[in-house]
């Protein structure tokens, strides 16, 4: 029954779509709903007991101790969003700041992803229909593993649930930030199809999409079949006027690249040798390449147009096969298989600012003999040069799959319910990457440019000296010589994860005055891995400055989950849950157990107070604990050897430069002796319905992390290694003796001290510390005004209230929301919209306001006091959507997005060096995009 009138509210609400809870019953068309096809609430008798998101119990109350927010397909269509990343990265409670197709050159540039209330994207849980969705295989930023959103077909997803908070008493690791479950459609009434086409006012982006679904069945057997695909242009650099040259209005006048350039390593600029003043490659970079100069450098030859040639956006292919079946093989037994494959080709072009040539790779510099000089030779490669660099694209190709087979029922005619289920879910990448050949490219330069080499320079003897010829220099390539020296690598990359699962589930388990008691028990167990294997060539030395790491582990885990759920009071209701963790990692056994209590308070049938306190974990990942070893070159402070000379605490810093600043080699890798990533979360809110079309919702959510996995401190080590060195640490413990080991020295030079320190391992460690404090609200109202139709408004609100982190224990912690160098996230996000509906016809206005964030001054000097350092203001992108229903069966949909083309704010303090003055991680430059959508239900089913 329904018990309140928040339920009444929200079951009103979620008759278009906008909630902040959702019990989902039966699918509806997104593109042809209409004012005829919304139950009114006054309908609504009887609400039956289902599993919602953030519970494992059926209840008849939506809104429970935790707070879930629910985009519904038709929100996503609505309000113009393209893709299910982009429905969530638009999302409120999205405030972190993370890298995208506009990242160029990073380590996952073709997926997507987010972070929720800033935290860092492996801290999210997400689900597909209540089931763990695999990692992808590539490493975010190079080190984290995480999740990609751009592989589940929008047309198939019927609504998505977010929790935010801590939930890994029911979900298990990952779950710090929040949960994700992104249910896909169990039925439609009749076959249907969609067609959609885009385009961008400003080109580039070019957009098709079609996919097919139907519905069938057999006597006990029913199928639902899906298909999505879709085929996306890349929106390039030179296509928007903030990103196709070099910025024009920042802090300084505008700087070509540096394409031809020779550059003295003794203090005297740069060498201009071109005895033509470039007018020999003039044709370069589309006839804009010319002689150049920078203040207090000197002449070269460059183009003010060279950032246009990297891909914004990435040229995209996607095919998606969904199916969901089940066979009733008795009133107490259905056999159910779901499959979701997606095929995903991913082109992106990092233009020429990442593909050149020069000397110093392989020689730091070379002595020209007839300049008598150390230089440098730069050398960038032309869209002329390359012929163009569409063909020279990266291409990242994803093969995924996640099947399920299992088996729910009841036990005979007790109230104890079950549901038995293998989850297999397989990621495979490709990474078929655009390199230069090391051998290839010196030789190419050799004979052209540089000539033999004749010894070493006269001065030091330590550099290769050259006669080069400038005059073939400063000359453009032909595509056909280009090709001689660069090719492609293949990286390959996988994660395979099995899960098998049971759960038993009694929702009346005993009655108490108030109602009846229920409880779940899962248990389920399994085994997961990551592999990434380089080309052997980015390994041992044969692609020119690019190399690689790879990395390979699997893991066996096993987990088990307890709910019970208690009707206290007929106002008051407790929810305990518990779950216990046990990976076993290379030999040995990672575990930690969670909990969380929860409490529902209705004083009255229009208000729940609720609050929940508990604990939440993340295990280290496979890459965190099965990465390779790789090497670095850095400086640390030889605290040993400087307490010998007298040098310690305050006037350390007096120490002599050879051992206050030394260089040394470092190696670092993943370690399978890492913890857990612990963290202490709470909650408390209320939900208020004050009529029955209306409810309001505010949360203030916190979280105490512990634990987080980072790269150990060098620094931290040398000073570890002092105080064992001066007996403060006794030189036998373990502490000591990791310090040491981990140290590598050479042979002592200078009586009463230690050799200079020559290398230094550097693991990755549980060390950092986070805590967050954001408040959330979400508002949703129905309003009919009779002849002229249907309102319908929703709104939702993030806010970050603090924010701090501490790298190393010894370190301070830093609010991040006033250390603009350590990130740049909004601190608040609102967005909102308004429906209006009207028999065949109906119209959405959504509006969403991305709140203020550092400029690019005030994350180089790490505060607002310093001159032009500041915050930009906010931002607000507005979207439009119209449908028209001519027939029942056809749904008809024009959208619009960002109608007012609005491109990120303007950020002066710029210099003019930069080729896309704006943060890639916070705004875009797409502009405005259009739609036309057409949606076709074939026979009489549809509704």
């Known amino acids: 029954m ?29 593109s042809q709903q209409s004012t005829e096809q919304a139950p009114d609430s006054t309908k609504a008798k009887k609400l039956e007991a289902v599993t919602v998101t953030g519970s494992l119990i059926p209840s008849s109350q939506i809104e429970t101790a935790t707070p879930v927010i629910t985009i519904t397909a038709q929100d996503m269509k609505v309000r113009g969003f393209t893709t299910v990343a982009e429905a969530l990265q638009q ?90 479950n992104i249910v896909l459609k169990k039925h439609i009434d009749a076959p249907a199809i969609d067609v959609r086409y885009g385009w961008h006012k400003d080109g580039g982006g070019a957009d098709r999409r079609i996919s097919l679904a139907d519905s069938f069945s057999a006597g006990k057997f029913n199928a639902l079949v899906g298909v999505q695909f879709e085929k996306t242009q890349p929106i390039w650099g030179f296509d928007r006027d903030l990103t196709k040259q070099y910025f024009t209005q920042g802090t300084s006048v505008p700087v070509a690249s540096r394409d031809y350039l020779v550059n003295s390593g003794t203090g005297a600029g740069y060498l201009f ?97 007839n300049l008598d000089d150390f230089v440098n030779l730069q050398r960038a490669f032309s869209p002329e040069d390359v012929g163009g660099y569409r063909n020279i694209m990266n291409k990242q190709t994803e093969n995924s799959y996640m099947l399920t ?50 010894g070493l320079d006269p001065y030091y003897g330590a550099y290769a000296a050259f006669s080069p ?93 307890a709910e019970l759920k208690v009707p206290l009071l007929s106002q008051l209701t407790l929810d305990v849950s518990g779950r216990y963790d046990d990976y076993k990692v290379a030999g040995q056994n990672v575990n930690h157990g969670t909990y969380n209590l929860g409490l529902e308070y209705r004083p009255f049938e229009s208000l729940l107070l609720r609050g929940r306190y508990g604990s939440a974990f993340k295990v280290p990942t496979l890459a965190d604990e099965f990465q390779g070893l790789s090497g670095y070159y850095s400086q640390v402070t030889d605290y040993a050897n400087c307490g010998r000379l007298g040098y310690s605490g305050p006037n350390v810093a007096d120490c002599p430069t050879k051992y206050s600043d030394v260089q040394f080699f470092g190696q670092q890798s993943g370690s399978t002796s890492l ?33 987080e996995v980072n790269q150990q401190s060098a620094d931290g080590l040398s000073a570890t290694e002092y105080l064992c060195d001066v007996g403060t640490i006794a030189m036998s413990s373990q502490t000591c003796q990791a310090a040491f080991d981990q140290i590598t020295r050479g042979t002592a030079l200078t009586p009463g ?37 249907r309102l319908s408004f929703n709104a939702s609100y993030s806010d970050m209230l603090k924010h701090s982190y501490q790298d190393y224990p010894s370190d301070p912690a830093i609010d991040l929301l006033r250390h603009p160098n350590w990130s740049t996230d909004f601190k ?40 032009g350092t500041g915050k930009l203001p906010a931002w607000t992108l507005y979207n439009v959507s119209v449908t028209y229903n001519p027939l029942k069966n056809l749904g008809l949909s024009f959208l619009v997005n960002n109608v007012f083309n609005k491109m990120p704010p303007l950020d002066r303090s710029y210099p003019g060096t930069a080729g896309t003055p704006y943060n890639t991680s916070n705004y875009n430059v797409y502009g405005r995009a259009m739609y036309i959508e057409a949606n076709y239900k074939f026979g009489a089913g549809a509704k």
């Open 91 to 180: 999302s409120s409670f999205a405030t972190g700041s993370v890298q995208g197709a506009q990242t160029s050159a990073s380590f996952t540039q073709g997926a997507q992803t987010l972070s929720m209330f800033g935290l860092p994207v492996g801290f999210v849980k997400y689900l597909i229909d209540g089931r763990p969705m695999g990692n992808f295989p590539g490493l975010y930023n190079g080190s984290d593993a995480f999740n990609n959103l751009s592989g589940i077909p929008m047309d198939m997803v019927d609504h998505i649930d977010i929790l935010p908070g801590g939930q890994s008493s029911l979900y298990g690791s990952d779950a710090i930030a929040g949960v994700i």
């Open 753 to 789: 001290l230690l050799g200079p320190i020559l290398e230094i391992y550097t693991p990755k460690v549980n060390v950092s510390n986070e805590q967050v404090n954001a408040i959330t609200a979400n508002f949703g109202y129905l309003q009919d005004i009779g002849a002229m139709g």
């Open 828 to 867: 608040s996000k609102v967005n909102a919209s308004i429906t209006w509906s009207l028999d065949e016809w109906s119209a959405t206005l959504y509006a969403n306001r991305y709140g203020r964030t550092p400029n690019y001054l005030a994350t180089v000097y790490d505060d607002y006091t310093h001159t």
């Open 469 to 561: 010829n400038y005059n073939a220099f400063y000359q453009p390539m032909s595509p056909s010589d280009f090709r001689s020296f660069t090719g492609y690598t293949d990286t390959r990359s996988k994660t395979w994860d099995n899960m098998l699962r049971g759960q038993v589930t009694n929702a009346s388990l005993f009655s108490m005055p108030a109602g009846d008691a229920g409880i779940a028990v899962v248990v389920e167990g399994g085994n997961q891995g990551w592999s990434y294997v380089p080309d052997p060539r980015l390994l041992d030395g044969e692609i020119w400055g690019t190399t690689d790491v790879q990395g390979a582990g699997h893991r066996s885990r096993f987990a088990t989950t």
């Open 2 to 30: 329904i018990k309140s009138k928040i339920t009444v509210a929200i079951v009103a609400a979620l008759a278009l779509g906008y909630t902040s809870a959702y019990a989902q019953s039966a699918q509806t068309d997104t």
């Open 273 to 369: 040798e071109d005895p033509n003043n470039c007018s020999n490659v003039t044709g370069q970079f589309g006839g804009t390449e010319a002689k150049q100069h920078r203040k207090n450098s000197g002449d070269y030859c460059g183009s003010f147009y060279s950032p246009g040639y990297k891909t914004v956006t990435n040229d995209d292919k996607t095919v998606n096969l969904y199916t969901h079946t089940t066979f009733d093989v008795s009133d107490n037994l259905q056999l159910y298989g779901d499959l979701l494959y997606n095929y995903e080709e991913t082109k992106t072009s990092v233009g020429s600012s990442y593909t050149w040539w020069g000397t110093s790779v392989d020689y730091g510099y070379i002595y020209d003999e």
């Open 675 to 707: 913890k857990p990533i612990t963290a202490k979360v709470w909650s408390y809110g209320f939900v208020w319905a004050p009529m029955s079309k209306m409810s309001v919702s505010v949360d203030y959510l916190h979280w105490d992390i512990k634990n």
């Open 405 to 454: 087979l299992g088996g729910k029922g009841t036990f005979g005619q007790s109230n104890w319910d079950y549901d038995v289920g293998f989850t297999h879910s397989d990621d495979k990448l490709l990474a078929h990457d655009f390199q230069r050949f090391d051998g290839a490219i010196d030789a190419y330069f050799r004979s052209h440019v540089l000539g033999p080499q004749h």
